[in-house]
Nanobody
Framework: QVQLVESGGGLVQAGGSLRLFCAAS????????MGWFRQAPGKEREFVAA????????VYADSVKGRFTTSRDNAKNTVNLQMNSLKPEDTGVYYC????????????????WGQGTQVTVSS
């Protein structure tokens, strides 16, 4: 069992930065690949980024490549998402999630989800 709690969302102007945090409980955190997803009003939840259990391999959606960076600290049971050069289309509720599968870009692969944190980017 893994419980996830996100924080760090807020309101920012286009071009600005935010850093999201995800704190996990559970002794087996280091076994999970951690993912970030987002959901805008009226849209499907979409993949943003993922980081393998070892932290050595990351995957990003094309829409955020070069702007977002995810990292993790297995000793502290945390995963972060640094978001730079934010755009209004980045607005949405951001979720962190955990999976043990190798398919990390599909939301159906993830077993555990946080409650989400709102990110709003104004133009």
């Amino acid at each position: 069992q893994v419980q996830l709690v996100e924080s760090g969302g807020g309101l920012v102007q286009a071009g600005g930065s935010l850093r999201l945090f995800c704190a996990a409980s559970g002794r087996t955190f280091s076994r999970y690949t951690m993912g970030w997803f987002r959901q805008a009003p009226g849209k499907e939840r979409e993949f943003v980024a993922a980081i393998r259990w070892s932290g050595g391999r990351t995957v990003y959606a094309d829409s955020v490549k070069g702007r977002f960076t995810t990292s993790r600290d297995n000793a502290k049971n945390t995963v972060n998402l640094q978001m730079n050069s934010l755009k209004p289309e980045d607005t949405g509720v951001y979720y962190c999630a955990a999976t043990t599968t190798i398919v990390v870009t599909e939301k159906t692969s993830f077993d555990y989800w946080g409650q989400g944190t709102q990110v709003t980017v104004s133009s």
